[in-house]
Structure formats: structure tokens, C-alpha cells
């Protein structure tokens, strides 16, 4: 590797890390992309995982695959422990790692809201071992139902709590609903799966709160007339191993799933940098953090307003975007050509799928709901996907699933822990 060429750093191989790594491809600079995983994620699919429609590789990729036409960029399998800008170092678990430019892009975790505790028995839904974890919990709680005796037993266990009525939780929820009422209905003798209580919770007013009205009430109809109990303005108090409390009463479950908030990276630890109260790095308009035009936070590690002042939403589509303008902002200053144009998201839209055959899509002026909202889903997550091959084989096993109510990758694996 030349030390005559700048070098550009790149924490994070998500989508707004891919698409920075990928700006920079005709760059005179020596890139290096660090991720303490050997994939990456489409983790809009992840719920699909978490229900047994999908295997994990059906939605990764090897980093490496994906950078490997790419002769400047070399990929590191580390995890970062911090930064020092001052000397512009990174301190990794193998070593020191020196840069010129630096893209901090490394997402964000589960937020239990100062109750870190609860994470042990509720799940959220960000790598693929949460949703492997996950689909152990939802089948292995069917199959215990199964051997029990014990009538109330078996009912805790066939009670599913689902914690955040955003898009995740709705696409848990119908997925849940799907498994219990379609998938697993004839493969039981002493239970019916359909008598299974999926329950989803959310503080707020109405779910989907970023979508119309409109579109959030179809939501709710349609998951209700799932089977799914939809609890809105209701606050959970507390998890544990056997439910959650809520503030106006208690839910016995053997499954609890967490899809209520997100915490950033521990990026504004690491840069002593100004944090909104999310937690995420304040950046300038061109990305960077103040003071340090080498350093460049995006995706949801950074806190973004755009052009009305309203905060850009933490989803793949604004990641992407960010990556792909640092990467070329990058790149033109390596070549000496300043680029002034501050950064500014287009939103694109926002889609959730509820069940197997409903999805709700708002697309500009556009709103679609039902059958044609989930044909639009369907299409617009396929196209993302990287390669011709998963593309397929999730388009296959999506068709397949439709039309025969089978979900094909219905493992109970071992996880660390024993859970």
C-alpha cells in the first residue's frame, strides 16, 4: 500500500459505509473499511429471518465479495475501541490504525431507554444473531407449548409481546400472526397454534407514526383483523422472564420482542464531539464534525436536519445518500477540487409490510395500501438487494411462500448463551 496516497478510513460496512467505500473508487487514496463483522446486512429483511421466511445468507454478503472489484479499498475484520483525532489514530483490538480522512458510520443499537437490563429478556432486531435469536424464541416457545401440560403454561408461552409500533414492530407482529395462523396451523397435535395471543405495544398514539393517519389506521385494521392485539398509549414499565408490566397492567409471555428505539454508536464518546439528546454526533453541513473537516459521521450515528430543519430519519436510504456524498466530497478534495455544496436528503418514502399479502407505501404524493402496497414493497426491496442471486432466491421463496403458507427456514439452532 502506498504512503504516498492519502488514507481514507471507513468504520462501519453498512449501507452508509458500502456507499462512501464505493464513492471512492476512482480516488487516488488508499481506502479502508473496517467492520467488526465479516458481512453485511440488509437489515430492512431481518424481521424475515426473525419469522423463518428467509436464511440469514438469503440478506449477506461478505464484505470482501462486495469490495473485491474494488482495487483501492482493503477490508479489516476489527472492532474500533477509540479515536484519537488529535493524532488522527484509531485504537483497534490488534493495533493502531492512522488515517487522513475518517467516515464514522457505525449504526446503532437497541435503546432500552436507561433500562439496559430488559435486554436480556427482550430482544431487539439489528444483527443477524438477534434475528436468529429471535426465531429460536418464536419456535422453540411453540414447541414447549406442545410437550406442556399446564394449561396457563401453555398460554404464557403462545403469548408474543412486541414492544414499538413502528415499522418493525408492524412487520414482526404480521409476520408472527403469518407463522401462528398459516405456517405452523397443521404441524401441531396438542396445541392450535392459531390460538396463539400476539400482542403489540406502543406509547404512542397511533403506529407507524411517521406515516399519514390514514395509512397508520389501515395498518391497525389490518393487524387486528390478523389476530394481533394492538395496545396504543401503553408504556412498558418492565420486562422480565416471564412478560412485561405495562403502566396499566401485566402481560405473561414467553416471547418478548423489542422494536421501540434505537441507540447510536459510542462515536460521541470517542470524539468528545457535541450530541443531540438521541446521543447522536452534531455534524456540520457538509458532514463533518465542527472543528475536525477530516472527520465525517453518518448514517445513524449522526444527527441531521434537512433543508425544512427537520431531523433526517435514521433509515437505509438516508445512509446511503450520506455515504455516497462524503465519498465524492472526499474524493474531490483528494483530487483538488473543493467541494462547497452542502449535503442535501431526498426523501424517497416509506414502506412497511404487514403480513403476507398487505404492506402500506408512501412515496412521495403516492400512497398505496393492500395488495399493491405489497407488491411495491416486495419489488423495491428486492431491487436492493446485492446480486442476481439473492435477488432471486428471495423473490423465489417469497412467491413459494405465498402460494404453498410455507416458511422454508424453520431452524432451532443453539445460541452462546443457551436462550
Keep these: 500500500m502506498s504512503s504516498a496516497k492519502p488514507k481514507v478510513v471507513i468504520i462501519g460496512a453498512g449501507f452508509g459505509g458500502l456507499e462512501a467505500a464505493k464513492a471512492l473508487k476512482r480516488a487516488a487514496a488508499d481506502v479502508i473499511v473496517i467492520d467488526r463483522h465479516n458481512h453485511h446486512c440488509f437489515q430492512p429483511l431481518l424481521y424475515q429471518v426473525a419469522t423463518a421466511a428467509l436464511s440469514p445468507a438469503d440478506i449477506a454478503w461478505p464484505i470482501r465479495h462486495i ?14 475501541q477509540g479515536i484519537d483525532p488529535e493524532k488522527k489514530v484509531l485504537h483497534t483490538q490488534y493495533g493502531e490504525i492512522t488515517y487522513d480522512y475518517l467516515v464514522i458510520a457505525t449504526g446503532a443499537t437497541h435503546s432500552y431507554f436507561g433500562h439496559d437490563e430488559w435486554s436480556k429478556f427482550a430482544p431487539g432486531l439489528k444483527r443477524i444473531e438477534d434475528a436468529t435469536r429471535i426465531r429460536r424464541s418464536i419456535l422453540i416457545a411453540f414447541e414447549r407449548a406442545e410437550l406442556t401440560q399446564d394449561q396457563e403454561q401453555q398460554r404464557r408461552l403462545l403469548t408474543f409481546v412486541i414492544v414499538g409500533g413502528g415499522a418493525t414492530g408492524v412487520e414482526m407482529a404480521g409476520a408472527i400472526a403469518d407463522v401462528a395462523g398459516q405456517t405452523l396451523a397443521a404441524d401441531f397435535r396438542r396445541i392450535d397454534p392459531r390460538s396463539a395471543r400476539i400482542v403489540l405495544v406502543e406509547a404512542g398514539p397511533r403506529l407507524l407514526p411517521t406515516f399519514p393517519p390514514s395509512l397508520s389506521d389501515y395498518a391497525r385494521r389490518t393487524l387486528t383483523r390478523s389476530g394481533v392485539e394492538v395496545r396504543t ?36 464518546r470517542w470524539l468528545n464531539a457535541e450530541a443531540d439528546r438521541a446521543g447522536r454526533v452534531k455534524v456540520g453541513p457538509d458532514l463533518s464534525v465542527p472543528g475536525r473537516p477530516e472527520i465525517f459521521v453518518i448514517g445513524d450515528t449522526a444527527a441531521v436536519v434537512d433543508s425544512k430543519g427537520q431531523p433526517v430519519p435514521g433509515i437505509a436510504p438516508a445512509a446511503k445518500q450520506m455515504g455516497k456524498y462524503v465519498g465524492k466530497l472526499i474524493s474531490a478534495r483528494i483530487a483538488g477540487r473543493e467541494r462547497q455544496k452542502p449535503f442535501r436528503y431526498m426523501h424517497l418514502g416509506e414502506l412497511a409490510t404487514i403480513g403476507r399479502r398487505a404492506a402500506v407505501v408512501k412515496f412521495g404524493a403516492l400512497e398505496l ?18 446480486g442476481l442471486r439473492n435477488r432471486f432466491v428471495v423473490a423465489f421463496n417469497w412467491f413459494w411462500d405465498y402460494i404453498t403458507f410455507q416458511r422454508g427456514a424453520r431452524l432451532i439452532t443453539d445460541v452462546p448463551d443457551g436462550k
Design 369 to 386: 395500501k393492500g395488495f399493491l402496497g405489497w407488491l411495491f414493497w416486495s419489488l423495491a426491496h428486492i431491487y436492493f438487494l446485492i
Design 67 to 80: 469490495l473485491r472489484p474494488q482495487r483501492n479499498a482493503t477490508v479489516l475484520m476489527e472492532e474500533v
Design 233 to 268: 398509549d401503553t408504556l412498558v414499565t418492565n420486562c422480565d422472564a416471564n412478560g412485561v408490566d405495562l403502566k396499566n397492567g401485566r402481560i405473561d409471555a414467553g416471547t418478548v420482542i423489542w422494536a421501540a428505539g434505537i441507540a447510536p454508536s459510542p462515536a460521541v
